[in-house]
């Protein structure tokens, strides 16, 4: 049985099982006193039959592979057996090839190899089909003794429960650690290679490396300040336009349009977060991006056909949703009693907004602006189609940059060797980016503590 069908009948176990527990307790609950109400006893059978077997399926999938591929292994001659770890994995992939056909093929050890391969699976399938049904059965059995249903099952099921959100946090904080300890050790080798101060301080980006060392460029330039530098040349233009924008559309919406106008203005404003980003970078290739190119050689400057300032326009159009819609909902959570006594006392509406909602708001526009800058340094199809590849360190946005996000797909796209000094610089673009975005959110972390004591 496959692995889906054997999760679709543990769930089908587990719901009859929870009937089952349910009906048992309110037919015990006709003639004595129950420690908990009927669904706990049904929610605490389906637990002891779903829980077991769960288990014992993850740890099947986990260790079924290699278990097979042991099998397939052992069934080929010793001269192949013996060989290379490298030919020793052609052999089995071309297995996996004749498995792929149902078990045939040319070679008569491959095709051993590949029926020994699928005998092994058979049993293995029904021997795990068959000590799942006996686990289900055996937890609903024994869910339903009378020892068990003597117990608090609410207690239990609230354990359990407690246990499974624990775990869903230990996953998460367990899959950050490891995307940073992966990045990290990539780019440790990286830095085998290369100089740390080169790259951190390096004025010149050309991670083309040549296959021999005759070829011109053969060592590369690993200095990622350019990268940085257009980074933040296109993140800044992109805050520029959303930061203003953004705000005032909140403060509008929330404080001074009328109620039919913010029902349509709020909804059509936030479809510019569902665009995709591909179709924002077509609009920046052929609309913005000519536009800014002929507007600037009117007036007598050149203009690259790729720049700075199309890509910025365009990124900050498109994160504007994200610092209007948080800004408004954190101003309409400024309580009404604030806007009130300041009308008291006698400020306008304008003054209102400006010495009591704005600043008492703060924390959570601050959080917008954060979310909306993130969004803006991780993009990467806009500033591929409008601002394009070349990696210059200049602070003119009329011409053309890219990012640290634009290099690391740049590096990784296609065939690539991870042992060469141009496919892990992707990893140290990416370990300083994640610092980078670190230290960003600590600043406006200390700016959010500071205004919410003041505040609240």
């Known amino acids: 049985m496959q692995t889906s069908s054997l999760f ?58 290699g278990y097979l591929n042991n099998r ?55 021997l795990i089909t068959a000590l799942i049904l ?60 290369v100089s740390i101060f080169d790259f951190v301080f390096g004025t010149t980006w050309s991670p083309q490396t040549a296959i021999r060392e005759d070829q011109v460029g053969s060592s590369g330039s690993f200095g990622a300040v ?12 992109a805050m520029f336009i959303a930061v203003p ?27 510019l977060a569902g665009i995709p980003t591909v179709v924002y970078g077509f609009f920046a290739a052929l609309t913005v991006a000519p536009f800014i190119r002929d507007l600037g050689e009117s007036i007598g400057l050149t203009v690259a056909s790729e720049s700075a300032l199309a890509a910025g326009i365009v990124m900050g159009v498109m994160i504007i949703p994200f610092v209007s819609s948080l800004s408004d909902d954190v101003i309409n959570a400024v ?20 010495q009591v909602i704005i600043p008492a708001a703060l924390p959570g526009i601050v959080g917008g602006v954060l979310l909306a800058a993130s969004r803006a340094i991780g993009e990467t199809m806009i500033v591929v189609m409008a601002a394009g590849l070349s990696a210059k360190l200049t602070a003119n946005p009329l011409e053309a940059v890219t990012t640290v996000t ?18 892990l610089a992707a990893f140290a673009l990416g370990l300083m980016l994640f610092v980078a975005t670190l230290l960003l959110n600590v600043f406006a972390l200390h700016i959010v503590r500071k205004y919410r004591e003041q505040y609240e």
Not at 226 to 237: D, K, Q, V
Request: net charge positive.
């Open 335 to 354: 309580p009404q009693a604030m806007r009130d006594g300041s009308l008291a006392l006698g400020a306008t509406q304008s003054e209102t907004v400006k």
């Open 8 to 65: 679709i009948v543990i769930a089908a176990l587990t719901l009859i099982s929870y009937f089952t527990g349910h009906k048992r307790a309110q037919q015990r609950r006709q003639s004595e006193k129950l420690l908990a109400l009927p669904g706990h006893y049904g929610y605490m059978t389906a637990m002891w039959s779903a829980i077991p077997a769960i288990i014992l399926l993850l740890a099947w999938v986990i260790l079924e592979p």
């Open 245 to 271: 924008v953004g705000l005032l559309s909140a403060i509008y919406l929330s404080e001074y349009a009328t109620v039919k106008f913010r029902a349509a203005a709020k909804p059509a404003l936030e479809i």
């Open 406 to 423: 634009v290099q690391i797909v740049t590096l990784l796209t296609g065939d690539q060797e991870f042992d060469s000094p141009k496919t």
């Open 226 to 237: 350019p990268l940085f530098a257009g980074t933040i040349l296109i993140s800044l233009i």
């Open 134 to 193: 006996v686990l289900c059965v055996s937890g609903i059995v024994f869910a339903l003794s009378n020892q068990l249903t003597r117990q608090h099952a609410r207690k239990r099921v609230e354990s359990a429960i407690r246990i499974f959100l624990l775990l869903c946090s230990g996953v998460a904080i367990v899959t950050t650690a490891g995307i940073v300890l992966s990045v990290l050790f990539e780019a440790l080798r990286f830095f085998e290679a």
């Open 72 to 126: 397939i292994t052992a069934s080929l001659p010793a001269t192949i057996a013996n060989q290379s770890e490298e030919s020793l994995y052609l052999y089995i992939n071309n297995v996996q090839l004749a498995i792929a056909n149902g078990g045939l093929s040319d070679d008569p050890v491959i095709q051993k190899a590949a029926n020994a391969y699928l005998a092994a699976q058979e049993k293995s399938r029904f």
